[in-house]
């Protein structure tokens, strides 16, 4: 069974780079036509997709975040990173990494870590 573990810190000060790690077991983050993807939820809100890398390291961000989003992968270490730079208040959230298979024009969540809070404030 795949599962996912997100890592990092829990407090970030404004204007400074977040930075999230999702170490993957149970499967490997090659896999075809898999999408390793970052999501969050800000308080009292709903989910808000940030971007995703495939199994062959293409990426793709929401047109919000794209500015200030980057994730990359470490093959080696069957993992995946995202990166927020610039950040203020308003990016507290609680950050999920998921998995997707990409499927017949559509895309299909099976594995979610359990979240990390990461609360951005000075």
């Known amino acids: 069974q795949v599962q996912l573990q997100e890592s990092g810190p829990g407090l970030v000060k404004p204007s400074q780079t977040l930075s999230l790690t999702c170490a993957v077991s149970g499967g490997s983050i090659r896999t075809t036509y898999y999408y390793w993807s970052w999501i969050r939820q800000p308080p009292g809100k709903g989910l808000e997709w940030m971007g995703h890398i495939s199994y062959s390291g293409t990426t793709g961000y929401s047109p919000s975040l794209k500015s200030r989003t980057s994730i990359s992968r470490d093959t080696s270490k069957n993992q995946f990173t995202l990166q927020l730079s610039s950040v203020t208040p308003e990016d507290t959230s609680v950050y999920y990494c998921a998995s997707a298979l990409y499927y017949s024009g559509s895309y299909y969540y099976g594995y979610w870590g359990q ?7 000075s």
Request: proline share 0%; hydrophobic share 30%.
């Open 115 to 121: 979240g990390t809070q990461v609360t951005v404030s």
